[in-house]
């Protein structure tokens, strides 16, 4: 039989389940229900304690993920500041083994609810993996520390959310992806007057700046988009010409 994916987004019936076992072939999770169903209860309904203690953990133990941070540029401030976190078998044994030894993203709402856990592995394939409490959430990264309302500019990475952070550009939302959600865009423009898109020069980009320019046109006054030059993403873009050079070719 096959159902809608409890675990991620799906919409095409990818979840199979054949007496005690389940495959997703949309996530590519598999298992046994009882198990796999018990650690991803747990996992899914993640408190603040658990990812407050990942956060110390991150730097009590030297691993991969810290020296990472480092070799991305981010630095201490901004890594507390949002959160991230870092989990060993030593935590916790009863935690998915998924989320063991990969860095976390606690993802909060604009109240400061922790929402979703965006986890990042070592695989080139899938990087990045979000768990979400409700398939409900918008899962807009960066959103509880919005204090001006005129306008927002919106990226796609965590890392490009950091990068602008930590040069003191706080007015910015990753929607963690390319793919563009009418839900989030309606929301975004009930709380923003202006919202700047800022997409990665790849493939993805631009087929995602020319879906905004044609399904939001009624919008151009506060809705504004552009591609990034080939192969940059916000990240790299600002490490190697800097913020004003960024901000400068959004035209903010």
């Known amino acids: 039989m096959n159902f809608l994916c409890p675990f991620h ?6 979840f199979s389940l054949k007496e005690k076992k389940f495959i997703c ?7 046994y229900t009882k198990k796999k169903f018990k650690i991803k209860k747990f996992e899914l309904f993640f408190d603040k304690n658990i990812m407050n203690l990942a956060k110390k953990n991150l730097y009590i133990k030297k691993n991969f993920w810290l020296n990472y941070l480092i070799y991305r540029n981010i630095n201490m401030i901004t890594s507390i500041k949002f959160n991230l976190g870092y989990l060993d078998y030593s935590f916790n044994k009863s935690i998915n083994k998924i989320l063991i030894n990969r860095l976390l993203f606690p993802i909060l709402n604009e109240k400061n609810i922790l929402e979703s856990v965006g986890v990042r592995t070592t695989s080139l394939k899938n990087k990045y993996l979000i768990f979400s409490k409700s398939n409900n959430n918008l899962n807009l990264y960066g959103i509880e520390q919005i204090k001006n309302f005129n306008f927002v500019v919106i990226v796609e990475g965590y890392f490009d959310l950091l990068t602008l952070k930590k040069n003191f550009f706080n007015n910015t939302i990753s929607i963690l992806g390319s793919d563009i959600n009418q839900y989030k865009i309606i929301y975004l423009l009930k709380k923003f007057k202006k919202i700047y898109f800022c997409f990665d020069g790849d493939y993805a980009g631009y087929k995602a700046n020319e879906k905004v320019k044609k399904i939001f046109e009624k919008f151009k006054k506060r809705i504004f988009s552009k591609t990034l030059p080939y192969n940059y993403d916000p990240d790299n873009y600002i490490n190697k010409f800097g913020i004003k050079s960024f901000l400068n070719y959004l035209k903010l």
């Open 9 to 14: 987004n799906d919409k095409n019936a990818s």
């Open 25 to 31: 072939y949309g996530c590519n999770l598999y298992g």
